[in-house]
């Protein structure tokens, strides 16, 4: 063997031996999801709840107030009697921040800037094609996975599709563009969500086929919202906070058992709700009360379509506190033709 072979050889084994002594590195540590404010609104962090969160005008059984706790994420509008409890029946998607500057005609002035660094990927330009109106959304990059801030309501786009913007960056103007919501409540709605569906368009079409889609995968529908001013708190206290440990502590509402389907893709952009697995005989999913999903099981159990195996006990309706996903009450329950369609976005079934 020529010395070239034989030194080549050598330094192989050398190198082979050298890695065998080196103890593999440890896991690099999950990355937090470190999101500022998108306005200089700070209040939320002062404990100033009115100041922060734009109020909603309220009706209750003859008395009319202005509540900021409308403004708040959940089950926060449209109160009901039932018996001596009153039920919050409608569930708002995201949080609503109060205007700090107005010009002379009223006009809010705040400027809107991006909660985190990341790409542009979808502009609704025409304020009459949502209810959301004029709206932003940007793609994030955290640990390894996609989420999507959305900014509702703006009276002007300052930014375009593509554009990828720093932490900070302008995108908009604060407005009151949109439905439901008039110059003196303008108000920015934020969300932070996970994207259900990459072939949206192929449910949009199944389920309305008249409405149309203007908005593609970024449709308010395909976009589900987790509750983003519980996690600005949590983060203001635990900067290392990540959101699967945010996800972690969320109390479960109920729990569907769900053929596996390949035409699922939301556990390979989420890999942490199943723990990595992407296969399964069958999948629990653990909801909370907004349908927001917690967590994937694997099971060993055979089903051909969505079957609900628990559900929070609750007196009250069901329909009243899970978006109308779920119907009965106390021990009879199942799940709604809502629930079934919703279901057939997370876990399309052809």
Request: hydrophobic share 35%; aromatic share 12%.
């Amino acid at each position: 063997m020529p010395c070239s072979n034989v030194w080549a050889a050598a330094r192989s084994i050398a190198r082979s031996v050298l890695l065998l002594l080196i103890p593999p590195a440890a896991a690099a540590p999950a990355q937090s999801a470190k999101i500022i404010l998108p306005t200089d609104n700070h209040a939320l962090f002062s404990g100033d709840s009115a100041a922060f969160y734009q109020y909603v005008r309220r009706d209750f059984e003859g008395q009319i107030s202005n509540a900021w706790e409308g403004g708040q994420y959940g089950f926060v509008r449209n109160p009901q009697r039932i018996g001596t409890a009153i039920l919050y029946t409608r569930f708002h998607e995201g949080i609503d921040i109060r205007p700090l500057q107005r010009d002379g005609h009223g006009e809010p002035l705040d400027v809107i800037h991006a909660i985190a660094a990341g790409k542009v990927v979808y502009i609704n330009p025409v304020p009459s094609h949502s209810n959301y109106g004029r709206y932003i959304v940007i793609e994030h990059q955290f640990d390894g996975c996609p989420y999507y801030s959305l900014y509702a309501h703006l009276s002007a786009a300052q930014t375009n599709i593509g554009d990828t913007v720093a932490q900070g960056d302008p995108i908009g103007v604060m407005g009151h563009t949109g439905e439901g919501i008039d110059r003196e409540r303008a108000h920015l709605h934020l969300e932070l969500n996970l994207l259900l569906n990459a072939d949206f368009d192929k449910w949009s079409a199944k389920y309305f086929r008249g409405d149309g889609n203007r908005h593609g995968i970024y449709n308010g529908q395909n976009l589900d919202g987790f509750d983003i001013g519980r996690f600005y708190l949590e983060l203001h206290k635990n900067p290392q906070l990540t959101i699967p440990e945010f996800f972690q502590e969320q109390t479960t509402w109920y729990r569907v058992l769900v053929p596996p389907s390949p035409l699922m893709d939301l556990l390979r952009r989420y890999p942490w709700l199943s723990d990595g697995r992407t296969d399964a005989k069958s999948w629990e999913i653990s909801f909370d009360q907004a349908g927001i999903p917690l967590r994937f099981k694997a099971s060993e159990s055979s089903v051909e379509k969505p079957m609900l195996t628990w559900v929070k006990p609750s007196p009250y309706p069901y329909a009243l506190q899970t978006r109308g996903y779920i119907q009965g009450r106390e021990s009879n329950y199942s799940l709604s033709k809502e629930g079934e369609r919703y279901l057939d976005l997370i876990c399309p079934t052809q």
